[in-house]
């Protein structure tokens, strides 16, 4: 977890507070429960919530530990010195370490996916305002980085507001993917502790149990969770590659937000760098890097090895801090994003007239002229355009092969501009169905 | 793609042959609907159709390829060969060749999707009967590798079950993501095309309409589903790292299946090496290599450049066909999965008695004995076990400070394996809820 | 491996026929040795050769190993075929299958390193031919896309060549890496055969031997080896990349060469696309992912497990066929790329002399300015270029706070391009000491 | 960085002081240079030495750095704020900010390369020390998992040895990757800055000059460095990997130490897990991770951009500081490792004298048997071992095939171990040069 790329309330669920809350949760659930099927006293269940509002001493907590090495252990200690020895000696009876450790890193990824959920709906509203807002917005579509045919700039935040909405889908899902939790005991056959006490805690938590465990909850579901987060970072690439490219100085299509204070450069004052979507580019690639390590943590050796924890010390925490600062980064960046749209119609008119070839060829095949012919009348005005610097409509109109059997009213009609737009609505209704 | 590692079947979705095929479908269906929208004559569009039961020629069209350098050009070259130039005019009339490419691809991937899908519920029939068949074999449960507390082999099946299904979910949303197809033309505007041809062509196909693409479908789609993949292939290294371990010489709970031709070694010729599941094991880490480029894929410039091409040249046919391979191996290996009960007995008494030694500290526990000193009265017997060799009943009846607070038939009370096994009819009516 | 991204000469390396052709040539010299140890008969050894010039028939060796299931026990069976049952007797003796199989692998690997030096040294060679071309061919310098300070095409070229020549040193330290053999029987002690066997195969292989091996040869060679692939492709990426911006039609200061009969795009003629640096970087990708699965391999179960069989079929030749194909590729493009150094002048002149302005700021202090004022200073005047389209110098001499403490000839000698070239020679004597 | 996988001299590395003195150095010795070129006063030179023993102000910087936007500037402002805004003036001149900030990254890799290359020599001494002490301790070599031949955990620790001894080299080679500075100014090309500027930088603080760099040090140099990190801890992964097979409960050949207070469960006293090989696992995993994404940070944008920082700020710290920690951690795992040589001879008479079965098999083609016949022979009598539980020596010696080609007393020689350790000696000499 680097500072400067993180926020409060996602770096809070990772804290060793709320983590000991968490622990607290599901031990003070699970003696409730007990204390209902009649294994340890009532009164020793209610005892434990006697700590309900009192802070767990963190470096108490700390110091325990470095003595016995183990934490849920020291945590227990601890609970036992606020609770009183005789209440706490009830307390995880029949559970192992891995029950509430797993269950409570299940807690904390559960509470990180609404985060990130809540971190794309501002991204799509931020989105779909620009988008709206730029509906008709006219520039030229590039493929191979080569101009192409006309579109819009609200084409592009609609493209990138429907790829942000699958993936609020895929965060759904993988929310849905690591929303369970297990008390099971030791190999998780429920030896020492009634399924009913799982059901509670679980139900307590708006978890749901995990069907079949064995120490540990498996680790598919949470290889799904990050393969879902590095897809989202991708996407996050994808819209940050965009924003570089229309910045950079030859194009000039947008531009980041340039806040007054800042400078771009120590040496050259005039330069406005795409700083934040480069930033975000290398934050997709930090999420995406736990991909591998959460599938190669799958296969434990039979109820469970402990090759997955250190793993997860570090990509749990990591990569939903790095992505919900990213989204939030990227919403930042669309909101205030400048669009140039008269820079966007010069771009566009680089080569005069070029980008309405397509329409040319396909004309001059409609008007009969076979493919291999038409293909040949447009390119070698094409390339005058392209070489010389001639204007495409001029040369058609000077070329007696293509007057042979278009007027010049076609060729106009040609290079309209509004061809191109007039299903920009019907793409807007398939995006923004609500 | 590997010969040994592939099956026909999978192999053939991504012949020549097939691509083709779905290029001549996508291709004829459009020109019906350009013909119902009156842009095509009504002819011509049937015309198309006279190739319908041909078989088109790989080598003639490698061979134009290798002149017009296209390959979608060299496709219509040859469809032009078969139904003649004049009715192949308005043949991908308005489309762009990625329409063609694209949606094939889609095509193939949902062929694949398919067969995934109906391997896994192939392999959780065997995991089932597995499961049913050793509901009650006692075994050890092990955590770190070492003995923790009993389980049984019914549950190892069956919570490999549990994974295998969850991965069937997974394979079916990940069919969904990219069960879309586009034919929208050079940048997506639809300029020289109607949305209708897109929706009679999907439609036909079998797909859902892409909502927005630019020349091509988005790829964080694609990213989602080869990470689905991913996720498999890692279940399916968790199951194999099972199986190896089981069948390790100190251990030998179960062996893989041997044939009788099959020779082991060319030297040891007593070997039987669980080579099936170290093979998956290595197939595991071949298809979970495509799920990073495949994320690299999704940052295309502008309305696309054409880097993830060469990339899914290459996964598109290998992830599935392995992945395909490895599911229908490890069918194979559950299904004739020889288990041996009798030496999981022996393996858990391996310490005589010490794997009750949970429960004995909990009874100690419920005696009014506290935590800490529970701990020390079990670790002393139990370290006399593991140290002498001695049994762990005979030592705790032995023990003035145990007996002070336990009765003999308490004592034996806690070595009764049916403790472990009371919920394993629970936790299998979780997993086989049908 | 994907025919099209492939070249036949690293293509064979890895074909049956010139694997059981290194089989043969390690069974073959250890017989020698095995001879000359007095192991075996001096006759048995050299009946061997007489199969030296005999094509081996893979299909049939193909069919016994569909009954063995064992491929060296195929391969053995089918060169008693070949040289009689009597004179094979000794073959193999004291050997282990992976004695040849590890071994072969490195000389496979070795081959394919030669390969990929050679292509490296003709891309340097193509790379140093345009630097020299090139070398004072102004270009505008840019970070974050935005224009920064000149610099010439010449050091784009050179510091690709100092990359890929980085990269030469890197791939002989990887054809170091994995240039042994071991020949030291079922868990490497020699037991069955001695040490002398090893040293003279591997003499006659032109290998070291390995000094320790188990049954294998030890995975962190091949993990090192394949990383070295993995940072080759990445810079092959990092040129790519560079003239995939190059060609962008906003920019054109290159271009991919374009062959006549090449039609770029079925419906826009007039498009060149960069299609094949493009293709480079998904190749560059490709390459990468063998990189994990790689160093996944490294850790073996004992004194060998299997699992990192499958992975090295496959990454074994697709990693290097498809490197040796994006070098090759690479330097073509390099090669024949076409440079535009009229329009490297128009973009650097975009905005009319701001790439200058970070002279002027030194100029600025040097005149006893403050860094804060000097700052001020060229902003301002930065600012008019920018946004109004002015002529810096021109503001610049406008300016009274600028004129107070430069003189008009001042400013002019800021604006001086050799001033940005004039350690050019001193970086190419650096790069090209040879 | 987790800070319970962390070791303060590492970290020291990594902290904003560490890299500040170095930002400091780089200016003080840049201002140097700068003053023997006569491009700035002597006197601000030396000025500039005045801050030589002070101590930065970290949270003042931070409090600059949140105006400015630029963490450069904030500290060449703070430095102003000790030496005094007169004197500071020339400081920094004609560089940029990628000149302090890259060869402040290179001077921390070489420094934790440093860190890295002792922490591997002290894990050499340890595996050195173990293999000489159990040069000739027996154990089963293992294949699959399966028994193969006898072996010694002299030769298992030695192999390890090779391997961490080739990491060894692999880090120095690392180390030299990364060994260069570049004070180059804003695109490289020294306009504002004399290359003996960087010349006399990096001389001072132990580096190469980088022949030829751009805005920044080109990133295939950290690829690299960071690809040979991934492959060290791939090695640890497998050293670690042993030892969990060895302690699992039904091999138990070793066992990490076990300290008095530590306890292994909460629930199971009795259990000794290799939580700390388990944990190396894990921290493999985490070090590797960095190596896909250091790949794809080699293709930067023209002269740079800045998507490489974020990585870098995280992949920088927390591979090196966690690899180093993995170090540390293995070699007192190593040096405090328990073996336990009568469970290895426990384990390998498992199935009474199996292993022995390829040098029985040997001496019968030795003897003129075919290898058909002599593999059946074998073969028959080792599943009476096996199925039975039977002693092969006995078996042999009661099977009238064998006993018609062999005497007792030759089959008896078969199943002497020193005819596996002969060679151990060698093999020491070979990986023991020093």
Not at 136 to 153: F, L, N, Q, V, W
Not at 295 to 314: G, T
Not at 402 to 413: N, Y
């Amino acid at each position: 977890m680097i500072p400067r790329y993180s926020r409060p309330e996602m770096v809070a669920i990772w804290s060793p507070e709320s983590k000991f809350r968490i622990w607290y949760d599901i031990e003070a659930h699970a003696c409730d429960a007990q204390a209902d099927l009649g294994v340890i006293p009532k009164e020793s269940a209610a005892a434990v919530w006697k700590a309900k509002d009192v802070e767990f001493d963190v470096a108490r907590i700390d110091e325990i530990e470095a003595v016995t090495k183990h934490d849920v252990i020291a945590f227990l200690t601890h609970l036992a010195e606020i609770i009183g020895n005789e209440e706490a000696r009830f307390v995880h009876q029949g559970m192992t370490s891995s029950d509430v450790l797993d269950t409570c890193f299940n807690v904390q990824l559960v509470k990180a996916a609404d985060l990130l959920i809540a971190d794309t709906e501002k991204l799509l509203a931020a989105l779909k305002r620009r988008a709206e807002e730029h509906k008709y917005t006219i520039r030229i579509g590039r493929s191979h980085g080569i101009h192409a045919e006309p579109t819009t700039m609200g084409l592009t935040f609609a493209r990138f507001y429907a790829e942000m909405d699958r993936n609020l889908n895929r965060l759904k899902k993988a929310r849905k993917e690591i929303a369970t939790g297990a008390i099971s005991g030791a190999v998780g056959t429920f030896a020492n502790i009634d399924p009913a006490v799982e059901e509670h805690v679980c139900a307590k938590l708006g978890l749901e149990i995990e069907p079949i465990s064995t120490q540990v909850i498996p680790r598919d579901r949470h290889a799904a969770f990050f393969a879902a987060l590095g897809v989202v970072a991708s996407s996050i690439e994808n819209v940050s590659t965009e924003i570089r490219h229309m910045q950079r100085t030859e194009v000039l299509e947008a531009e980041e937000f340039f806040s007054k204070g800042q400078k771009g450069s120590s040496a050259m004052p005039h330069k406005r760098n795409p700083v934040l979507t480069e930033n975000l580019t290398g934050l997709a690639r930090l999420v995406r890097m736990a991909v591998v390590p959460a599938m190669e943590n799958v296969a434990l050796w039979h109820e469970r090895d402990i090759s997955h924890s250190s793993v997860e010390r570090n990509i749990g925490p990591d990569a939903t801090i790095t992505l919900d600062f990213a989204l939030a980064r990227l919403t930042m960046v669309i909101e205030n994003l400048v669009i140039y749209p008269d820079n966007m119609i010069a771009n566009m008119n680089k080569f005069s007239g070029l980008v309405h070839s397509q329409r040319v060829l396909l004309a001059l095949t409609q008007k009969g002229v076979s493919r291999e012919d038409s293909y040949k009348l447009v390119q070698r005005n094409a390339m005058r355009v392209w070489e010389q610097g001639a204007d495409f409509m001029t040369e058609l109109k000077n070329d007696a092969d293509v007057m042979a059997v278009m007027s010049e009213a076609e060729i106009e009609e040609k290079f309209d501009l509004e061809y191109h737009t007039k299903h920009v609505d019907t793409i807007f209704g398939r995006v923004f169905k609500g």
